[in-house]
T-cell receptor, first 111, second 114 residues
Framework: GAGVSQSPSNKVTEKGKDVELRCDPI?????LYWYRQRLGQGLEFLIY????????KSGLPSDRFSAERTGESVSTLTIQRTQQEDSAVYLC?????????FGQGTRLTVV | KQEVTQIPAALSVPEGENLVLNCSFT??????LQWFRQDPGKGLTSLLL?????REQTSGRLNASLDKSSGRSTLYIAASQPGDSATYLC?????????????FGQGTELSVKP
C-alpha cells in the first residue's frame, strides 16, 4: 500500500479483556516497529522486527504483551488482560533503510 | 545507552520568524537521524532523514544538519507559518541495527502565532 495502515483507529475495551492491534507496513519494508505513546508523553519502544531475524522484544512492558509478524507482511500486537495503564496510542512504523514511516496509530482506551 | 535530548521543550514564535530546534545524542555511533512532525492526536510524519555520512538535508523551508562527532543535530525552519505549529521529534538509529530501532527525544512543541 501507499503508507502504513493500522486498525482499528480507536478501540475501547473493558479492563481484563484481550485486544489485538493490526499493522500493515509499506510493501517491501523489511523492518517494522511498534511504539506506545501515553497521553502527553514521548514515544516508548515496544518491539522491532527485521526480516527473518529474531525480533527485539526488549521494550515489551510485561508478559501480557506479545507481537507477531509473518514474513515481511502484517504484524499484530496483542495485549492480554488489559489494564487501565495500557491506555495509550499504539504506533506502528516500517522502514527499508530510507527512514521510518509511521501509521496513524490505534488509540486504545481501557475502561 | 543512547539518550536523545531535545531543547527547548516548547517554543512560541511570531509568524515569519526563522527558528532552530536542537537535538543532541550521547552515542555518536548512529546509522542515521530522522526528524518528524506530530500534530495533536495524529501519527508521525517524516520530515528529513540524514544518513551518518551526510552533514545536512534540505526540504523546502526546512534544513537539518548533523554533527555526529559532537552528537548534535539542528532543524532550521525558515519563515515560520502558523501551519508549522506541531511537536517536532528527532530520532536516531544505532549503527549496529542499520536503520532499525529508533530512539526518540521528548520533542519540541512549536507554536507559531499569526
Amino acid at each position: 500500500g501507499a503508507g502504513v495502515s493500522q486498525s482499528p483507529s480507536n478501540k475501547v475495551t473493558e479492563k481484563g479483556k484481550d485486544v489485538e492491534l493490526r499493522c500493515d507496513p509499506i510493501s517491501g519494508h523489511t523492518a517494522l516497529y511498534w511504539y506506545r505513546q501515553r497521553l502527553g508523553q514521548g514515544l516508548e519502544f515496544l518491539i522491532y522486527f527485521q526480516g527473518n531475524s529474531a525480533p527485539d522484544k526488549s521494550g515489551l512492558p510485561s508478559d501480557r504483551f506479545s507481537a507477531e509478524r509473518t514474513g515481511e507482511s502484517v504484524s499484530t500486537l496483542t495485549i492480554q488482560r488489559t489494564q487501565q495503564e495500557d491506555s495509550a496510542v499504539y504506533l506502528c512504523a516500517s522502514n527499508q533503510g530510507l527512514g521510518a514511516f509511521f501509521g496513524q496509530g490505534t488509540r486504545l482506551t481501557v475502561v | 545507552k543512547q539518550e536523545v535530548t531535545q531543547i527547548p521543550a516548547a517554543l512560541s514564535v511570531p509568524e515569519g520568524e526563522n527558528l532552530v530546534l536542537n537535538c543532541s545524542f550521547t552515542d555518536s555511533a548512529i546509522y542515521n537521524l530522522q526528524w518528524f512532525r506530530q500534530d495533536p492526536g495524529k501519527g508521525l510524519t517524516s520530515l528529513l532523514l540524514i544518513q551518518s555520512s551526510q552533514r545536512e538535508q534540505t526540504s523546502g523551508r526546512l534544513n537539518a544538519s548533523l554533527d555526529k562527532s559532537s552528537g548534535r543535530s539542528t532543524l532550521y525552519i525558515a519563515a515560520s507559518q502558523p501551519g508549522d505549529s506541531a511537536t517536532y521529534l528527532c530520532a536516531v538509529s544505532p549503527v549496529y541495527n542499520q536503520g532499525g530501532k529508533l530512539i526518540f527525544g521528548q520533542g519540541t512543541e512549536l507554536s507559531v502565532k499569526p
